[in-house]
């Protein structure tokens, strides 16, 4: 679209306005003023992962990224490949990446989980089938210490 990201903005905006949309629909808030923008970043402890900035006078291109964006905190995403604790709660995750090669490799555990989040994830988790994740690593019964 060759229209400026500002105007691009302004048309999002009073299509929110003029079809009072709403739930599903969401807008993003959006600001210009540096005293909104740090507001925003002091809400890091409620889980803002961070700010985009775009420029006002960019034009959307397709397949090219036309943002950045500011993290609050570092993030990185993960697999589950195993748990401790019973499937109903557990209490820690053993997390891990997939290398080039498409196999999953250990990066590390979370600390212990509060009660309330073990409770929540665990629908999401499923038991071990037959395949271990890491098959060439063994775990110490305090996951302090592995051996390849």
């Avoid at 739930?23 to 992962?49: F, K, M, Q, R, Y």
């Avoid at 999953?104 to 073990?118: E, F, H, M, S, W």
């Avoid at 060439?136 to 019964?141: D, L």
Wanted: aromatic share 10%; charged share 20%; hydrophobic share 35%.
């Amino acid at each position: 679209m060759a229209w400026p990201y500002r105007r691009r903005r302004a048309a999002l905006e009073d299509l929110f306005t003029e079809h009072t949309l709403t739930a599903p629909w969401a807008l993003c808030p959006s600001a210009t003023e540096a005293d909104t923008v740090n507001e925003w970043l002091s809400w890091s402890a409620v889980g803002l992962e961070g700010i985009v900035f775009k420029r006002l006078d960019s034009r959307h291109e397709p397949s090219a990224r036309g943002w950045r964006k500011y993290k609050v905190r570092e993030t990185q995403e993960a697999i589950v490949g195993a748990f401790t604790g019973p499937l109903t709660a557990p209490r820690t995750l053993l997390l891990g990446r997939f290398d080039k090669g498409g196999r999953p490799q250990y990066t590390g555990r979370t600390p212990t989980l509060p009660q309330t989040a073990g409770h929540a994830l665990a629908p999401l988790l499923a038991p071990a089938g037959s395949e271990r994740p890491w098959t060439s690593w063994t775990f110490s019964a305090g996951w302090g210490t592995r051996r390849p």
